[in-house]
């Protein structure tokens, strides 16, 4: 089948991306057949050959878009911070902020890397790494600043991002505590955990508690 | 085929259980044929429904037994210990130390979720959801005895919770690190994160770095 150049291209593969991440995210790339896949979209099966090359592609395609996308945004949050606390503050209430809105991304990009061939393994655990590095590089910068106290910044770093990215699993909008409480929440833990206690907001700290209106939170 | 009671029961049960969960982590729930999970063990398809009665009660009995294991070790860990401290740091240990021999279950336990049947899925939330307590009960604790400062005590459990599990995603026997060093470097995360700093062992307090000897580490 010819590849075709149509008004629809860009709307069509899109269509097919979504949907090929509810799939993956409820069964299981492995589980995910093509025909299926078709079948959401709304076109034939060899009409998806004109959008993807192979179903390989668009699971490579799609974690790969989501880390680049986190690497970016992450490098606009911490443009103009020089501070390690301030950018440690960064980048958990970016990463905390961005893992709200993409719940669905962030499993298929840890649950999928097993279905990854290996050259496609390589570059996603490369573009992974950049994005650990950022955060280690903050961590190593605070302690040299001797404002952070880390018995491990590699340990530290995973553990860290472990911890932010945990969120995924038990945060629905509308819940017990507003985004800005959760985001608050998350830095306490962060910040006091690398020894930086001090640098947390007053409020916070001198309280202990969320300021008055912090409301009603969920887990489904 | 009727059901037979063999001597080899116990034992092909378990070799079912055990190519189950290599299947499951390596391709997903929904992905593993039976036919395929039989020929792994070595036996006819129909025999499977000598030992196990579906494919999703499977599913259930490996989610549902690693979460009572971990319940019951945990239990064992914390028994004696009545000082929020001392319950927080055995518990990191114990969690950190149980993970490290379990990554295959605990990522099954986590990314299968999905594919439990309703009344499996609302018995296996509410066993995890006793684990949970055991470590938000610690905080709570904690915090009324005055030696933990958390913002919230739900978000802090969950965080803590994926900063510990997050340990499956890189840990390798053999690597950088000596599991003691590990748990030591979790324990200064978690303790400060709660604010109990001055809690942490002097050694790792003081100098900031592990002890030296803390050998060569691993990420595939």
Redesign the interface.
């Known amino acids: 089948m010819a590849r075709t150049i149509g008004s629809h291209g860009p709307t069509t593969l899109e269509a097919i991306r979504k949907a090929g991440v509810r799939l993956i995210?409820?069964?299981?790339?492995?589980?995910m057949s093509l025909r299926k896949l078709a079948a959401e979209v709304g076109i034939q099966a060899g009409s998806l050959y004109n959008h993807i090359s192979t179903k390989q592609d668009l699971l490579f395609d799609l974690v790969q878009d989501h880390i680049n996308d986190l690497l970016r945004e992450l490098d606009l949050a911490l443009a103009g911070k020089a501070d390690p606390v301030e950018q440690l503050r960064a980048f958990v209430s970016f990463h905390v902020t961005y893992h709200m809105t993409r719940k669905r991304e962030v499993?298929i990009a840890?649950?999928e890397l097993?279905?990854l061939e290996p050259k496609n393994y390589d570059a996603v655990v490369a573009l992974r790494g950049a994005y650990e590095q950022r955060l280690a590089q903050i961590l190593t910068d605070g302690?040299s600043d001797g404002v952070f106290?880390?018995?491990?910044i590699?340990?530290?770093t995973?553990?860290?991002?472990?911890?932010?990215?945990?969120?995924c699993?038990?945060y629905r909008p509308g819940g017990?505590?507003t985004r800005e409480?959760?985001i608050?929440?998350?830095e306490?833990?962060?910040l006091?955990?690398?020894?930086a206690?001090q640098a947390v907001t007053g409020e916070?700290?001198e309280t202990?508690?969320?300021p008055h209106g912090a409301a009603a939170?969920a887990?489904s």
Do not use: M, P
């Open positions: 995210y409820e069964n299981g790339y492995e589980a499993f840890n649950s097993r279905s302690v106290e880390v018995v491990d590699q340990v530290a995973f553990a860290i991002l472990a911890l932010l990215t945990g969120l699993t038990w017990r505590l409480a959760i608050a929440a998350h306490k833990l962060v006091s955990g690398v020894g206690a916070v700290r202990g508690r969320l939170g887990r």
